[in-house]
C-alpha cells in the first residue's frame, strides 16, 4: 500500500523544491563596475533596477540583469556593457557589471544640410552646396563623467550660427533633479517663405534675410529609471527682412519684421525601450504642451505620441505601432505657426519632398521588421599596424533588418491655400525598406516608398550619435 503513495510523494517533493527554488530569495550583497575610466559609479548604478542591499527572487534576477544592460547601453555613455550575477551562499548574490566607455570628446568638422531630410536635399536641391552649414562642432558627452553634455558650435555656410548648450542631468543627492540651458544665435540670406502644392518655396537675397537669437533654461526630473519630465522657460527674438516680409506678409504672428516673445514648455515622457535609437521591444509614451506669450499673438500647441515595440519568431521578428498627434491653436493664420507635417517628427514615409500646414495632424505608422543576419568586422587580420590601430577600436558589428511599412495621416487645415492637395484629406503611403544598425547607435535606412499621389522612389534616412 505505502509504495503506491512513492511516486505522488516524489512528485510532490519535486513539484514543491521547484516551486521554491523559483521564488527563493537571494539579498545582492555586492555590486561591483569594470571599465569606468572617467564615468563616475554612482550614474552607473542610478540605471539598474536593484541597488546593494535590494531583495530580489531568483527567477527575476535574470531579467534584471538584462534591463541593467539596457538601461546603461541607452545612456549613450557605453558601447558595451555586461551585467552578470554570482551566487555567493544561498541568500546572497553578487552582481558583477563591466562597461566599454565611448569616445566622450569630439572637435569634429560640422557638414549639414539645412533642408528637412537628407531626400530634399539630394532631390529637390540638387545637393548643392550653397544649401549646407559647415563649421565646426565641439561635443563633450560626460563632460564631468556625471552623464553631463556639453556642445559649442560654430557654424557658416547657409546659416551663420553660434550654439553653447549644457545639460547637467542630477542636482541632488537621489539623482532625480538635473537642469539644462543653452543659447543660440544666427543669421540667413534664404529663408522659406511660403507653401506652394505642399512644397516649400524660398526667398533669397544677397543681405540678410532673417536674423534672430533664443536662450532656455530647463528643469529637469526623473523619478524613476524610464519617466522624464521636464520645464523649461526661454526667451528670443526674430527678424525678417522687408524683402523677407514683401514675399510673405504673413510670415510673423504679428504681421510684422520682428517678434520678440517668451515661452515655455511642459514635456512629459516615458521610455522602456531595449535599445533607445532602434527599438525591437518596448513602448513610450511622450506629452507635449508648448506655450508662446508674444503680445496679442500667442501660440500653444499640443502633442501626444505613443509607440509599441513587440519581438516575435525567435526574436528573429518585431513589429512596430506608433501614433502622433499635434494640434495647435493659432491665433492668426500667419505662416510660421502653420507648419505641420513634414518638420521634426511629425514626418511620413514616402511624402519626403512635402510639407503640409495646418492647424492639427495625426500619423499612424504600422511596421514589420524581421533580421537578415549579422556581421562583425574582425578586428585582426595579421597586418602589424593595422591590428594596432583596431586594438584601440571598438568592434564593428553590424545588423541587417528587412522591413514593410505602411503609413497613415490626416492634415486638418482650416484655411487651405496655395493649392494645396493633401491637406483635409487621408494621406496613405506603404513601402518596404532595409535597415543597418552598428555602434555609436548607427542606424541608416533605405526605404522604397510611394505616396497616394502614384510618387515613387528610394529615400535614405539615418545618421549617427556622437
Same mark, same amino acid.
Request: glycine share 6%; aromatic share 16%; proline share 3%.
Given at each position: 500500500?505505502?509504495?503506491?503513495?512513492?511516486?505522488?510523494?516524489?512528485?510532490?517533493?519535486?513539484?514543491?523544491?521547484?516551486?521554491?527554488?523559483?521564488?527563493?530569495?537571494?539579498?545582492?550583497?555586492?555590486?561591483?563596475?569594470?571599465?569606468?575610466?572617467?564615468?563616475?559609479?554612482?550614474?552607473?548604478?542610478?540605471?539598474?533596477?536593484?541597488?546593494?542591499?535590494?531583495?530580489?527572487?531568483?527567477?527575476?534576477?535574470?531579467?534584471?540583469?538584462?534591463?541593467?544592460?539596457?538601461?546603461?547601453?541607452?545612456?549613450?555613455?557605453?558601447?558595451?556593457?555586461?551585467?552578470?550575477?554570482?551566487?555567493?551562499?544561498?541568500?546572497?548574490?553578487?552582481?558583477?557589471?563591466?562597461?566599454?566607455?565611448?569616445?566622450?570628446?569630439?572637435?569634429?568638422?560640422?557638414?549639414?544640410?539645412?533642408?528637412?531630410?537628407?531626400?530634399?536635399?539630394?532631390?529637390?536641391?540638387?545637393?548643392?552646396?550653397?544649401?549646407?552649414?559647415?563649421?565646426?562642432?565641439?561635443?563633450?558627452?560626460?563632460?564631468?563623467?556625471?552623464?553631463?553634455?556639453?556642445?559649442?558650435?560654430?557654424?557658416?555656410?547657409?546659416?551663420?550660427?553660434?550654439?553653447?548648450?549644457?545639460?547637467?542631468?542630477?542636482?541632488?543627492?537621489?539623482?532625480?533633479?538635473?537642469?539644462?540651458?543653452?543659447?543660440?544665435?544666427?543669421?540667413?540670406?534664404?529663408?522659406?517663405?511660403?507653401?506652394?502644392?505642399?512644397?516649400?518655396?524660398?526667398?533669397?537675397?544677397?543681405?540678410?534675410?532673417?536674423?534672430?537669437?533664443?536662450?532656455?533654461?530647463?528643469?529637469?526630473?526623473?523619478?524613476?529609471?524610464?519617466?522624464?519630465?521636464?520645464?523649461?522657460?526661454?526667451?528670443?527674438?526674430?527678424?525678417?527682412?522687408?524683402?523677407?516680409?514683401?514675399?510673405?506678409?504673413?510670415?510673423?504672428?504679428?504681421?510684422?519684421?520682428?517678434?520678440?516673445?517668451?515661452?515655455?514648455?511642459?514635456?512629459?515622457?516615458?521610455?522602456?525601450?531595449?535599445?533607445?535609437?532602434?527599438?525591437?521591444?518596448?513602448?513610450?509614451?511622450?506629452?507635449?504642451?508648448?506655450?508662446?506669450?508674444?503680445?496679442?499673438?500667442?501660440?500653444?500647441?499640443?502633442?501626444?505620441?505613443?509607440?509599441?515595440?513587440?519581438?516575435?519568431?525567435?526574436?528573429?521578428?518585431?513589429?512596430?505601432?506608433?501614433?502622433?498627434?499635434?494640434?495647435?491653436?493659432?491665433?492668426?493664420?500667419?505662416?510660421?505657426?502653420?507648419?505641420?507635417?513634414?518638420?521634426?517628427?511629425?514626418?511620413?514615409?514616402?511624402?519626403?519632398?512635402?510639407?503640409?500646414?495646418?492647424?492639427?495632424?495625426?500619423?499612424?505608422?504600422?511596421? /514589420? &521588421?524581421?533580421?537578415?543576419? +549579422?556581421? @562583425?568586422?574582425? #578586428?585582426?587580420? =595579421? %597586418? !602589424?599596424?593595422?591590428?594596432?590601430?583596431?586594438?584601440?577600436?571598438?568592434?564593428?558589428?553590424?545588423?541587417?533588418?528587412?522591413?514593410?511599412?505602411?503609413?497613415?495621416?490626416?492634415?486638418?487645415?482650416?484655411?487651405? /491655400? &496655395?493649392?494645396?492637395?493633401? +491637406?483635409? @484629406?487621408?494621406? #496613405?503611403?506603404? =513601402? %518596404? !525598406?532595409?535597415?543597418?544598425?552598428?555602434?555609436?547607435?548607427?542606424?541608416?535606412?533605405?526605404?522604397?516608398?510611394?505616396?497616394?499621389?502614384?510618387?515613387?522612389?528610394?529615400?535614405?534616412?539615418?545618421?549617427?550619435?556622437?
Amino acid at each position: 500500500m505505502f509504495k503506491k503513495f512513492i511516486p505522488t510523494c516524489v512528485f510532490i517533493f519535486i513539484f514543491f523544491g521547484i516551486q521554491f527554488q523559483s521564488k527563493a530569495q537571494y539579498l545582492i550583497s555586492h555590486i561591483t563596475i569594470e571599465g569606468n575610466v572617467k564615468t563616475k559609479s554612482k550614474i552607473i548604478l542610478r540605471e539598474l533596477p536593484y541597488q546593494e542591499g535590494s531583495t530580489v527572487t531568483a527567477d527575476s534576477l535574470p531579467l534584471l540583469n538584462t534591463i541593467a544592460k539596457q538601461q546603461l547601453i541607452n545612456t549613450a555613455l557605453f558601447y558595451d556593457a555586461q551585467v552578470t550575477s554570482q551566487l555567493i551562499d544561498s541568500q546572497h548574490v553578487k552582481v558583477q557589471i563591466k562597461v566599454s566607455e565611448r569616445w566622450y570628446l569630439f572637435p569634429l568638422p560640422y557638414f549639414r544640410w539645412v533642408d528637412r531630410n537628407f531626400n530634399e536635399w539630394w532631390t529637390t536641391q540638387k545637393h548643392s552646396l550653397d544649401r549646407v552649414n559647415y563649421g565646426i562642432s565641439i561635443r563633450q558627452s560626460n563632460a564631468t563623467g556625471n552623464n553631463d553634455k556639453l556642445t559649442v558650435g560654430f557654424i557658416t555656410g547657409y546659416t551663420q550660427q553660434s550654439v553653447v548648450k549644457y545639460q547637467f542631468p542630477y542636482l541632488d543627492k537621489k539623482m532625480r533633479f538635473g537642469m539644462g540651458l543653452g543659447w543660440q544665435n544666427f543669421t540667413q540670406k534664404e529663408m522659406n517663405t511660403s507653401t506652394f502644392k505642399d512644397k516649400q518655396v524660398f526667398t533669397r537675397t544677397q543681405a540678410i534675410i532673417q536674423k534672430g537669437y533664443g536662450a532656455n533654461l530647463s528643469l529637469l526630473y526623473r523619478p524613476n529609471l524610464y519617466s522624464r519630465h521636464s520645464f523649461q522657460l526661454g526667451v528670443g527674438q526674430l527678424n525678417i527682412s522687408d524683402s523677407a516680409k514683401l514675399a510673405q506678409p504673413f510670415y510673423l504672428p504679428n504681421f510684422g519684421n520682428t517678434l520678440s516673445y517668451f515661452d515655455a514648455s511642459i514635456a512629459f515622457t516615458n521610455v522602456n525601450f531595449d535599445y533607445i535609437p532602434y527599438p525591437t521591444k518596448g513602448n513610450s509614451n511622450e506629452f507635449y504642451v508648448y506655450h508662446r506669450f508674444s503680445g496679442n499673438n500667442p501660440l500653444t500647441s499640443f502633442q501626444f505620441r505613443k509607440i509599441h515595440v513587440n519581438r516575435f519568431y525567435n526574436n528573429k521578428a518585431f513589429y512596430l505601432l506608433e501614433s502622433n498627434t499635434q494640434a495647435k491653436l493659432l491665433a492668426n493664420s500667419n505662416y510660421m505657426d502653420s507648419k505641420l507635417l513634414g518638420y521634426g517628427n511629425m514626418q511620413m514615409n514616402g511624402l519626403d519632398f512635402y510639407v503640409i500646414d495646418g492647424n492639427a495632424a495625426s500619423i499612424f505608422k504600422a511596421q /514589420l &521588421n524581421y533580421l537578415l543576419g +549579422s556581421f @562583425t568586422n574582425p #578586428k585582426y587580420t =595579421g %597586418i !602589424g599596424f593595422v591590428d594596432k590601430i583596431n586594438s584601440r577600436l571598438p568592434e564593428l558589428r553590424f545588423k541587417f533588418w528587412l522591413k514593410a511599412f505602411t503609413n497613415l495621416g490626416y492634415v486638418y487645415s482650416e484655411r487651405p /491655400l &496655395n493649392a494645396s492637395k493633401l +491637406s483635409n @484629406t487621408l494621406l #496613405k503611403t506603404a =513601402g %518596404i !525598406g532595409i535597415d543597418i544598425i552598428s555602434i555609436y547607435d548607427l542606424v541608416i535606412k533605405f526605404d522604397y516608398s510611394v505616396n497616394q499621389l502614384g510618387d515613387k522612389g528610394v529615400y535614405l534616412r539615418g545618421g549617427i550619435n556622437f
